[in-house]
């Protein structure tokens, strides 16, 4: 039986519609970040954190604003390291003790000095292949000077250590997939991050949902859970929770153009054998540019 021309024309532009809507379908993604020597990079982080805990027969509630801007400048970029040069631009803090105000009255006279010190103040990030921060090169000239008293050097110390740095920035240096992504795609990381002197392990699984305009644009999922420890106190937690939110990345260059995600921790303080309830919630901004 012989086919119609009109069929064969339907046949044809059938097939080659397929062939080109599996080629879309399958099409996949560089997502890394450039890093080139002389790239220079902005990015602002900032976080409201909310926490509430039992003390002193009533319910405590504390809130935490941050705001950070850092500028980065890429030194040098080989085949075996990365080192980027990181400069405190602008540095906002706040802190309501809320019943507690009382007993902390310098709070803010500490957290100007900190911005006082730090802005314009620059360190040297290492990184690995990978991009994991493996050294800082720098600090301890930070947190040396003469005309500076102990206490104003621990907090410049802690500011510029490799696990505050991490804490601050591990995440947009960590959340890259190790190959090319179609879109659907999804892919493992874990960061660690601090939220109101917590010390909180995440796992996080992003999700790679569409690329529009150079950006890819990319949910993430994290899960909270083992244990965590304050800085304040001698003490571990146990928690558990959960991270939420939505990233895009530009394509072009690999670096971060915009993330909102939210936390929600539950945990749990052991105080000489009694169990404390402790939440804490966090809404995260960062800004690249």
């Not at 009109?6 to 809507?21: E, G, M």
């Not at 039992?54 to 040098?76: R, S, Y």
């Not at 690995?128 to 410049?156: R, Y």
């Not at 490799?162 to 879109?183: C, D, H, R, T």
Request: charged share 25%; with cysteine; aromatic share 6%.
């Amino acid at each position: 039986m012989k086919t119609s021309p009109i069929l064969r024309l339907f046949l044809i532009v059938s097939l080659n519609s397929l062939f080109l809507f599996g080629c879309k379908q399958t099409e996949k993604y560089t997502i890394r970040m450039k890093l080139a020597e002389g790239d220079h990079f902005e990015q602002t982080m900032k976080s409201n954190m909310d926490m509430s805990m039992p003390m002193l027969g009533k319910d405590q509630k504390m809130k935490i604003n941050n705001e950070v801007t850092c500028a980065f400048d890429v030194v040098k970029s080989d085949n075996k390291q990365k080192k980027l040069k990181m400069t405190y631009t602008d540095l906002k803090s706040s802190m309501d003790m809320g019943q507690l105000n009382g007993l902390t009255g310098n709070t803010d006279s500490i957290l100007n000095k900190q911005t006082e010190i730090l802005n314009g103040k620059s360190v040297e990030l290492l990184l690995s292949t990978d991009h994991e921060i493996v050294d800082i090169i720098g600090g301890t000239e930070l947190f040396t000077q003469e005309n500076m008293d102990e206490k104003t050097k621990e907090i410049i110390k802690k500011m510029f250590s490799k696990e505050q740095i991490m804490n601050l920035w591990g995440m947009m240096f960590s959340m890259y997939p190790k190959k090319p992504v179609a879109i659907g795609d999804h892919w493992q990381a874990k960061t660690t991050t601090n939220m109101a002197g917590l010390n909180v392990i995440i796992d996080i699984t992003y999700t790679l949902k569409s690329v529009k305009n150079g950006l890819a644009e990319i949910t993430l999922l994290g899960k909270i859970g083992g244990k965590g420890k304050m800085e304040q106190l001698p003490v571990e937690l146990e928690m558990k929770g959960n991270q939420t939110g939505m990233m895009s990345i530009k394509l072009e260059n690999g670096y971060l153009d915009k993330a909102n995600y939210k936390m929600d921790i539950e945990a749990s303080m052991d105080m000489g054998g009694q169990k404390i309830p402790m939440q804490l919630k966090g809404d995260f901004l960062m800004e690249g540019k």
